[in-house]
């Protein structure tokens, strides 16, 4: 059974959502996630003692955070739903996705680039004296060598095709270089995530 996270459903009228993604919201909720499978470190949580961000005459209807609550809240902006992100401590607050739907894709996307690169740095421990053993035996040619099965993962062409299926699917995220989408390719591609 799918665990999901259910949001109070006045607090969620209250900010009128497309209907859409309220309906969306109310019916098919946003997945709880442990914190093992985190992806950039994104929680969704339903923050009803909290009710709605004030943000200047904005309103952000809290669904998760990023890390931890008191580092980035994530909201959906009253009337268009978009997803946008407030920090707590600074008071900034910039867009994430157009649609809430479309963050889980592009998280999905960056869960399986982050899958794939691992895949292909496992290495295998051998003790010294199964390498011996594996050694003799590769000397004797009961073992041959093998070329890799799958491609090497190539990091910056998955990058690139990431972020063009992002401009695709969602080109506002990619809109403005402080945009938080733009931000983690950014960190992606130099490495540091």
């Not at 969620?12 to 909720?29: A, D, F, I, T």
């Not at 295998?124 to 004797?140: G, K, N």
């Amino acid at each position: 059974m799918k665990r999901v996270v259910v949001y109070d459903p006045d607090l969620v009228r209250s900010v009128n959502l497309p209907e859409e993604v309220e309906v969306y919201l109310l019916k098919e909720g946003l997945p709880l996630i442990e914190p093992a499978d985190a992806v950039l470190g994104v929680h969704f949580q339903s923050f009803a003692d909290m009710g709605l961000l004030h943000l200047g005459e904005s309103k952000l209807l809290p669904i998760g955070y990023e890390w931890e609550p008191e580092s980035a809240i994530l909201g959906l902006a009253q009337g268009s739903g978009h997803l946008c992100y407030f920090q707590p401590c600074s008071g900034q607050s910039g867009f994430v996705n157009s649609d809430v739907r479309l963050f889980l894709l592009f998280l999905s996307c960056v869960r399986s680039f982050i899958v794939s690169h691992s895949e292909g740095d496992q290495v295998t421990i051998w003790t010294a004296e199964e390498m011996r053993e594996r050694l003799a035996a590769f000397r004797r040619g009961e073992i041959v060598p093998q070329r890799p099965k799958r491609p090497v993962f190539d990091r910056k062409t998955e990058l690139t095709r990431m972020r063009a299926f992002f401009e695709e699917k969602d080109a506002a995220s990619l809109a403005d270089e402080n945009h938080w989408w733009s931000c983690v390719l950014e960190q992606l591609e130099d490495g540091l995530l």
